[in-house]
């Protein structure tokens, strides 16, 4: 295939830009000879990771290879946390077996739910009856890998898929799926689904695996739950999925678009008592969504939307007129959405999977066609469908970090999980070939199976995005790290600046000439700290700093022979191009000076009667003072939760304060005198104000 010139740069930046990413620590691969599969990722609170799936044939970890007992089986493995297998084995019977979740309790129980035919093992001797239809079939062991208990559910004309498990912190554990038939037993609590067939969630003593209550909801077509979390405190229990047509739940009605496959997402309290249900769909068959909830007891929800959605009562439009786009939707305890936005190009873009660490950044995993834009960044996939893992800011959700991992075929990331140390775990599918890192590993045939680790940290990509850097002594230049972490530690020739300590923007006005090596160490809002690449940067001997006279309303430059564009109050003044000028009224003037070498550099600023800046300047109860200053500027009165930006005349980023509060100072003393812009961010509104540094 002939990629396009376009194409292939495209590739280049999301290469330079990926080498910046956190790195993955570990993969690792699970290779059979036909397609093998994987669901479900979890950890113990002993730091093992564990990933279950399906396979058929055989399943290879390392060199030991499981052997399926009849079409399709299930298979759960288990590594440290620094990627060393400990065990892994299967589970199923001769006709397909499938699951999709598991999860693993604060004690290091872990429980897998999965489906079968006729009947199936689990363990050496334990079997499970599903007569003539496919039923579930949920299991647990405890930390020492010993089976304590197995359970069947399911009716005896319908066919169950294996459903969706998570655990809450006191020993429960609760299961979501589809069911269908009368007098269905989910223990002594018989379900009677409203007709094809309904979703159904259950509450499950994780001790004795007794049913504690079950509830279901549907219409009479075909609805099904593909997702279920709890909260850290257990008060609300989470369940996302889809429904067709006409529906309810206890009496709450739901009807999809044009009688095609819509989404629900719903809230039970601990009791089992339904607190709400809501919905979200297109005029075609919604497909993909997924839920988790959060550090503060929120849903979160991501999947695929495509066309124009509209998700309780609120529009989104996909960006792609027939394929999906990856959304992310945050829900409160009370059912109310909150916010909602979208990410992705023209192709497809879906999200598998969800989740928190500790301080509510947000990971999502999926798979992205081609190109996807995320916040601006565009990335390119290796071929086909790429898997990705993405994280998101807590506060504002502005991007944080994207890894891909890809081939020449089509590639998914299907789950993702974090740890106490706020390291990420993925687990994936790929064609043929994985390329993570530029690393290259082959697989058997068909589709395969990834387990990987990647680095707690920041993103670490620079601007510009290259090793080597040439300018003019003096010239107005810098490089630029992503901004909005909370510490930067720059290095030039091994010695600490302490000049840009915080800042995460590194001037390079004032390197003498000579070469220099910079790089910059970031530390996140996870404490997690890494280094960027190093970049050369070349000064030669250059301009003159140019300096502005005035006279009356003339202003002249001091630099003769060169090219000049002036500036008004941070503008370009259009066709301005001559050494000197007329002001047209007051003001603060700047002009940048490039001589015949292309060597370029800035004036100060030079004000003519006053700037659009007001003294002490209030914004609500929100006091910006000294204003003009000669230093530092403090930001007082500013309440809880709010965001602040200092950006340059140039747009560069000087200050990024988050979730700051009360009295916080900004210093301007060390930056050059001229126009800033000052960018307030509360929860009442967003204000702006010019800041002059005299």
């Given at each position: 295939?002939?990629?396009?010139?376009?194409?292939?740069?495209?590739?280049?930046?999301?290469?330079?830009?990926?080498?910046?990413?956190?790195?993955?620590?570990?993969?690792?691969?699970?290779?059979?000879?036909?397609?093998?599969?994987?669901?479900?990722?979890?950890?113990?609170?002993?730091?093992?990771?564990?990933?279950?799936?399906?396979?058929?044939?055989?399943?290879?970890?390392?060199?030991?290879?499981?052997?399926?007992?009849?079409?399709?089986?299930?298979?759960?493995?288990?590594?440290?946390?620094?990627?060393?297998?400990?065990?892994?084995?299967?589970?199923?019977?001769?006709?397909?077996?499938?699951?999709?979740?598991?999860?693993?309790?604060?004690?290091?129980?872990?429980?897998?739910?999965?489906?079968?035919?006729?009947?199936?093992?689990?363990?050496?001797?334990?079997?499970?009856?599903?007569?003539?239809?496919?039923?579930?079939?949920?299991?647990?062991?405890?930390?020492?890998?010993?089976?304590?208990?197995?359970?069947?559910?399911?009716?005896?004309?319908?066919?169950?898929?294996?459903?969706?498990?998570?655990?809450?912190?006191?020993?429960?554990?609760?299961?979501?799926?589809?069911?269908?038939?009368?007098?269905?037993?989910?223990?002594?609590?018989?379900?009677?689904?409203?007709?094809?067939?309904?979703?159904?969630?259950?509450?499950?003593?994780?001790?004795?695996?007794?049913?504690?209550?079950?509830?279901?909801?549907?219409?009479?077509?075909?609805?099904e739950a593909l997702s279920v979390s709890v909260t850290k405190t257990g008060d609300l229990v989470y369940v996302a999925g889809t429904f067709i047509g006409a529906a309810q739940w206890n009496g709450n009605k739901l009807e999809s678009v044009n009688d095609k496959m819509d989404f629900f997402y719903a809230a039970y309290d601990a009791n089992g008592n339904l607190k709400w249900v809501k919905k979200a769909g297109f005029p075609g068959d919604d497909r993909y969504i997924t839920c988790v909830a959060d550090q503060n007891g929120d849903m979160l929800i991501t999947g695929a939307i495509n066309g124009q959605t509209t998700w309780d009562g609120q529009s989104i439009n996909a960006n792609g007129e027939f394929r999906s786009d990856l959304?992310?939707?945050?829900?409160?305890?009370?059912?109310?959405?909150?916010?909602?936005?979208?990410?992705?190009?023209?192709?497809?873009?879906?999200?598998?999977?969800?989740?928190?660490?500790?301080?509510?950044?947000?990971?999502?995993?999926?798979?992205?066609?081609?190109?996807?834009?995320?916040?601006?960044?565009?990335?390119?996939?290796?071929?086909?469908?790429?898997?990705?893992?993405?994280?998101?800011?807590?506060?504002?959700?502005?991007?944080?970090?994207?890894?891909?991992?890809?081939?020449?075929?089509?590639?998914?990331?299907?789950?993702?999980?974090?740890?106490?140390?706020?390291?990420?775990?993925?687990?994936?599918?790929?064609?043929?070939?994985?390329?993570?890192?530029?690393?290259?590993?082959?697989?058997?045939?068909?589709?395969?199976?990834?387990?990987?680790?990647?680095?707690?940290?920041?993103?670490?990509?620079?601007?510009?995005?290259?090793?080597?850097?040439?300018?003019?002594?003096?010239?107005?230049?810098?490089?630029?790290?992503?901004?909005?972490?909370?510490?930067?530690?720059?290095?030039?020739?091994?010695?600490?600046?302490?000049?840009?300590?915080?800042?995460?923007?590194?001037?390079?006005?004032?390197?003498?000439?000579?070469?220099?090596?910079?790089?910059?160490?970031?530390?996140?809002?996870?404490?997690?700290?890494?280094?960027?690449?190093?970049?050369?940067?070349?000064?030669?001997?250059?301009?003159?700093?140019?300096?502005?006279?005035?006279?009356?309303?003339?202003?002249?430059?001091?630099?003769?022979?060169?090219?000049?564009?002036?500036?008004?109050?941070?503008?370009?003044?259009?066709?301005?191009?001559?050494?000197?000028?007329?002001?047209?009224?007051?003001?603060?003037?700047?002009?940048?000076?490039?001589?015949?070498?292309?060597?370029?550099?800035?004036?100060?600023?030079?004000?003519?009667?006053?700037?659009?800046?007001?003294?002490?300047?209030?914004?609500?109860?929100?006091?910006?003072?000294?204003?003009?200053?000669?230093?530092?500027?403090?930001?007082?009165?500013?309440?809880?939760?709010?965001?602040?930006?200092?950006?340059?005349?140039?747009?560069?980023?000087?200050?990024?304060?988050?979730?700051?509060?009360?009295?916080?100072?900004?210093?301007?003393?060390?930056?050059?005198?001229?126009?800033?812009?000052?960018?307030?961010?509360?929860?009442?509104?967003?204000?702006?104000?010019?800041?002059?540094?005299?």
């Amino acid at each position: 295939m002939i990629r396009s010139v376009a194409t292939l740069l495209l590739m280049l930046s999301a290469a330079v830009t990926m080498s910046a990413q956190p790195k993955f620590l570990w993969t690792k691969l699970g290779l059979g000879p036909t397609f093998d599969d994987v669901r479900a990722i979890a950890l113990s609170p002993q730091g093992d990771v564990r990933i279950a799936g399906n396979f058929s044939d055989s399943i290879s970890f390392g060199d030991e290879a499981l052997q399926s007992s009849g079409n399709y089986d299930m298979y759960m493995a288990r590594y440290t946390k620094s990627g060393a297998l400990l065990m892994f084995d299967s589970y199923g019977g001769i006709d397909i077996d499938d699951v999709r979740s598991i999860c693993v309790d604060n004690k290091g129980n872990f429980y897998l739910a999965g489906a079968f035919a006729y009947s199936a093992f689990v363990g050496e001797d334990v079997f499970a009856d599903g007569e003539a239809s496919v039923d579930i079939v949920l299991a647990k062991w405890n930390s020492m890998g010993i089976l304590q208990w197995t359970k069947v559910f399911g009716g005896k004309n319908y066919d169950e898929s294996a459903p969706y498990l998570t655990c809450d912190s006191t020993g429960n554990v609760y299961m979501a799926g589809g069911f269908g038939g009368t007098n269905v037993a989910f223990g002594t609590t018989k379900l009677n689904s409203s007709g094809a067939g309904d979703m159904f969630i259950a509450k499950i003593n994780g001790a004795t695996g007794d049913v504690i209550w079950a509830k279901n909801g549907g219409g009479f077509k075909g609805d099904e739950a593909l997702s279920v979390s709890v909260t850290k405190t257990g008060d609300l229990v989470y369940v996302a999925g889809t429904f067709i047509g006409a529906a309810q739940w206890n009496g709450n009605k739901l009807e999809s678009v044009n009688d095609k496959m819509d989404f629900f997402y719903a809230a039970y309290d601990a009791n089992g008592n339904l607190k709400w249900v809501k919905k979200a769909g297109f005029p075609g068959d919604d497909r993909y969504i997924t839920c988790v909830a959060d550090q503060n007891g929120d849903m979160l929800i991501t999947g695929a939307i495509n066309g124009q959605t509209t998700w309780d009562g609120q529009s989104i439009n996909a960006n792609g007129e027939f394929r999906s786009d990856l959304v992310l939707a945050r829900v409160t305890k009370l059912g109310a959405l909150d916010k909602i936005v979208r990410f992705g190009d023209v192709n497809t873009d879906v999200g598998y999977a969800i989740t928190t660490d500790s301080k509510n950044n947000i990971y999502i995993a999926g798979a992205f066609d081609s190109t996807t834009v995320i916040a601006n960044n565009t990335f390119g996939s290796l071929g086909g469908l790429d898997a990705f893992a993405l994280r998101l800011r807590a506060n504002d959700w502005s991007f944080d970090w994207f890894r891909q991992a890809g081939g020449p075929y089509d590639d998914e990331m299907r789950g993702i999980a974090v740890d106490k140390q706020n390291i990420p775990y993925v687990c994936g599918t790929f064609d043929t070939r994985l390329m993570i890192d530029g690393e290259s590993q082959d697989g058997d045939r068909y589709t395969d199976v990834f387990v990987g680790a990647i680095e707690c940290g920041p993103n670490t990509a620079l601007r510009p995005a290259t090793a080597e850097i040439s300018i003019c002594l003096g010239a107005d230049s810098s490089i630029t790290a992503p901004d909005g972490y909370p510490a930067y530690a720059w290095t030039v020739n091994g010695a600490a600046n302490t000049t840009d300590a915080r800042r995460n923007v590194l001037e390079l006005s004032k390197l003498p000439v000579g070469t220099h090596k910079i790089k910059v160490r970031i530390t996140d809002q996870n404490d997690c700290s890494l280094t960027s690449k190093e970049v050369t940067v070349t000064v030669t001997e250059g301009l003159a700093k140019p300096v502005i006279t005035q006279n009356g309303m003339a202003l002249t430059c001091s630099i003769d022979g060169a090219t000049y564009v002036w500036y008004r109050e941070g503008k370009e003044m259009k066709n301005v191009t001559t050494r000197e000028i007329t002001a047209p009224g007051n003001g603060m003037y700047r002009v940048r000076v490039t001589d015949s070498t292309g060597c370029t550099r800035w004036s100060d600023p030079i004000v003519i009667g006053s700037t659009s800046v007001d003294e002490d300047e209030t914004i609500s109860d929100i006091t910006v003072y000294p204003n003009p200053t000669q230093g530092d500027v403090h930001v007082s009165n500013l309440p809880s939760g709010s965001t602040v930006m200092l950006v340059d005349v140039l747009g560069r980023m000087i200050e990024h304060r988050l979730d700051v509060s009360g009295t916080i100072t900004l210093p301007l003393g060390d930056q050059p005198h001229g126009q800033y812009t000052l960018a307030i961010k509360t929860p009442a509104g967003e204000f702006t104000r010019l800041v002059l540094r005299r």
